[in-house]
């Protein structure tokens, strides 16, 4: 394979793992600044640059900022999901509480994941870890969701309450 070729493979792979971070890093924001992403962002164009500096200055040049825009659009996409599927949570966190007693009062027990229920599960993600998280134990369970800022947390005996 010519070195030329090798050079193209690498950016590829590099593009591809743009989009992915972008997604994931946009979809599990950790605060309103979000630092961590754009040394991500900052990270990928170095190596796309790098990548195909021998090639051309020009060309790698165009190639990270490229990849800057990639990132950046599959980063906002992300975060646009995960306003979507925090909003969600809020509007229909009541009704997977509902599906949840419904459960256990035909099975006597709560389900051990919230895919057992019948129900719509609000709060999903195009990558995991989703946004509405369930644990089961053997009195009960723990749902919870959250952003950078507040907490809301429900039981089999308390609605939804938020919390910084």
Request: with cysteine; net charge positive.
């Amino acid at each position: 394979m010519s070195y030329l070729k090798r050079q193209c493979l690498a950016t590829c792979c590099i593009l591809a793992f743009a989009i992915v971070c972008g997604l994931w890093l946009g979809e599990h924001q950790a605060g309103p600044l979000p630092v961590r992403d754009l040394l991500v962002a900052v990270a990928i164009a170095a190596a796309a640059a790098g990548t195909l500096w021998r090639v051309g200055r020009a060309m790698a040049v165009i190639a990270a900022l490229g990849l800057v825009l990639i990132f950046g659009t599959a980063w906002a996409i992300g975060a646009r999901e995960a306003r979507h599927a925090f909003n969600a949570c809020v509007q229909d966190g009541e009704q997977v509480r509902v599906a949840l007693a419904n459960y256990h009062a035909m099975h006597g027990r709560y389900p051990a994941t919230l895919a057992e229920l019948a129900a719509p599960v609000p709060g999903t993600l195009r990558l995991p870890p989703h946004m509405l998280h369930y644990l089961s134990h053997s009195s009960g369970y723990k749902l919870s969701f959250a952003d950078w800022l507040v907490q809301h947390e429900a039981n089999e005996s308390h609605p939804f309450e938020a919390s910084k």
